[in-house]
T-cell receptor, first 115, second 113 residues
Framework: AQSVTQPDIHITVSEGASLELRCNYS??????LFWYVQSPGQGLQLLLK??????LVQGIKGFEAEFKRSQSSFNLRKPSVHWSDAAEYFC?????????????FGIGTKLQVIP | EPEVTQTPSHQVTQMGQEVILRCVPI?????FYWYRQILGQKVEFLVS????????KSEIFDDQFSVERPDGSNFTLKIRSTKLEDSAMYFC???????????FGEGSWLTVV
């Protein structure tokens, strides 16, 4: 069964600083990997996804993530954080085929942005 | 951009009462899902639904839970007799026949008192 580890429960960064959120996954085959963001009281918004091809994927809001098979990692990065990025970020791995996806989420990393 | 919509956004119910959470998936999607997130915990898979039947369910999805697609647009989750531990945010999601991405709704926050 697949699993996801997000080792940082809470991260604080200064506005304008760079950000990296860590994610490690466990899955027997080539994974489908996702990052979702959840603002307080809101739903889960897809930031980006990796299925195959280029291991550096670009997402919305200036985020990117890099798939490293050798490290079983899919870390999320942003070069310059904005106050509006404060939210909870979930890494997830999907198992399925075609359109069907069963997604397993990590525990989430809560991002606080300070002035 | 098409989105998954859920109602109600928040419901408070007494223990033992039946609750129905409603979802309108994205119109050309054929796979439907329910997930839940207990406060402070992971988002967990509950059930998936395709071609008018359950395709997969988790251990959490016991006999108290049921899903239905009563018409061509709605997808519902029913909890027959709610317990305190059912208090959670329930997310509906849907995906199409290809593309490998599921899209989540805004969630329905259920509080059982």
């Amino acid at each position: 069964a697949q699993s996801v580890t997000q080792p940082d429960i809470h991260i604080t960064v200064s506005e304008g600083a760079s950000l990296e959120l860590r994610c490690n996954y466990s899955y027997g085959a080539t994974p489908y990997l996702f990052w979702y963001v959840q603002s307080p009281g809101q739903g889960l918004q897809l930031l980006l996804k990796y299925f195959s091809g280029d291991t550096l994927v670009q997402g919305i809001k200036g985020f990117e993530a890099e798939f490293k098979r050798s490290q079983s990692s899919f870390n999320l990065r942003k070069p310059s954080v904005h106050w509006s990025d404060a939210a909870e970020y979930f890494c997830a791995v999907g198992a399925g085929s075609g359109g069907y996806q069963k997604v397993t989420f990590g525990i989430g990393t809560k991002l606080q942005v300070i002035p | 951009e098409p989105e998954v919509t859920q109602t109600p956004s928040h419901q408070v119910t007494q223990m033992g009462q039946e609750v129905i959470l409603r979802c309108v998936p994205i119109s050309n999607h054929l796979y439907f899902y329910w997930y839940r997130q207990i406060l402070g915990q992971k988002v967990e898979f509950l059930v998936s639904f395709y071609n008018n039947e359950i395709s997969e369910k988790s251990e959490i999805f016991d006999d108290q839970f049921s899903v239905e697609r009563p018409d061509g647009s709605n997808f519902t989750l029913k909890i027959r007799s709610t317990k305190l531990e059912d208090s959670a945010m329930y997310f509906c999601a849907s995906s199409e026949t290809s593309g490998n991405t599921i899209y989540f709704g805004e969630g329905s926050w259920l509080t059982v008192v």
